[in-house]
């Protein structure tokens, strides 16, 4: 099973800064990798998929980069919505589909 | 619009029985590959089960492997999660989640469903 760590647990930024997560894998999964954006007591919303390709209808302040084990994810200058909780996963070998633990990010 | 609401969610026993369901619309259902993935509470995701788009390929999660069944009816747009002896550990929000592109197994999860919650305890 493929494990994936994301760093940091949580990270403190304000509006308009940028943010960088990270999310690293116990082995390559090539580009096999996508990240989501969950706010409290909602349901999951898909950012970015295969490392580097905007969802439909997300913002291009988002974006996502890395292969085989290491990928980040960018935002490059907050806003209001995008604090919130952001999980990678992984596609590539599979079953199971797994998770990072999520990088919780808060207003400072 | 891409549209999945569960149902069946609720309180049980452990050791007891729930089916979830999930109605879909807004799309070609039969032409999209499914997923089960839930959330415990104050938790992250766990991916649960997986089911093709003609219901030939299904793969389970280890924790929940003999325990649980997926199935869907194309002809009723609608994707169930049979659960069978349920542990308190299987306590957790169910989300119904579609993939981004049809006649693919890419494992894109790209339109979840609101999730119903299921307690299991006695």
């Known amino acids: 099973e493929i494990v994936l760590t994301q760093s940091p647990a949580t990270l403190s930024l304000s509006p308009g800064e940028r943010a960088t997560l990270s999310c690293r894998a116990s082995?390559?999964?090539?580009?096999?990798l996508a990240w989501y954006q969950q706010k409290p007591g909602q349901a999951p919303r898909l950012l970015i998929y295969?490392?580097?390709n905007r969802a439909t209808g997300i913002p291009a302040r988002f974006s996502g980069s890395g292969s085989g084990t290491d990928f980040t994810l960018t935002i490059s200058s907050l806003e209001p919505e995008d604090f919130a909780v952001y999980y990678c996963?992984?596609?590539?070998?599979?079953?199971?589909?797994?998770f990072g633990q999520g990088t919780r990010l808060e207003i400072k | 619009e891409v549209h999945l609401v569960e149902s069946g969610g609720g309180l049980v026993q452990p050791g007891g029985s729930l089916r979830l369901s999930c109605a879909a619309s807004?799309?070609?259902?039969?032409?999209?590959?499914m997923n089960w993935v839930r959330q415990a509470p104050g938790k992250g995701l766990e991916w649960v089960s997986y089911?093709?788009?003609?219901?030939?390929?299904?793969h389970y999660a280890d924790s929940v492997k003999g325990r649980f069944t997926i199935s869907r009816d194309n002809a009723e747009n609608s994707l169930f999660l049979q659960m069978d002896s349920l542990r308190a550990e299987d306590t957790a929000v169910y989300f119904c989640?579609?993939?981004?592109?049809?006649?693919?197994?890419?494992?894109?999860?790209?339109?979840w469903g609101q999730g119903t919650l299921v307690t299991v305890s006695s």
């Open positions: 807004g799309f070609i259902f039969s032409n999209y590959d």
């Open positions: 996963q992984q596609r590539s070998i599979w079953p199971p589909i797994t």
């Open positions: 295969d490392a580097t």
């Open positions: 089911i093709s788009s003609a219901s030939t390929i299904i």
């Open positions: 082995q390559s999964v090539s580009s096999f």
């Open positions: 989640v579609r993939v981004v592109t049809p006649h693919s197994h890419d494992i894109n999860l790209g339109y």
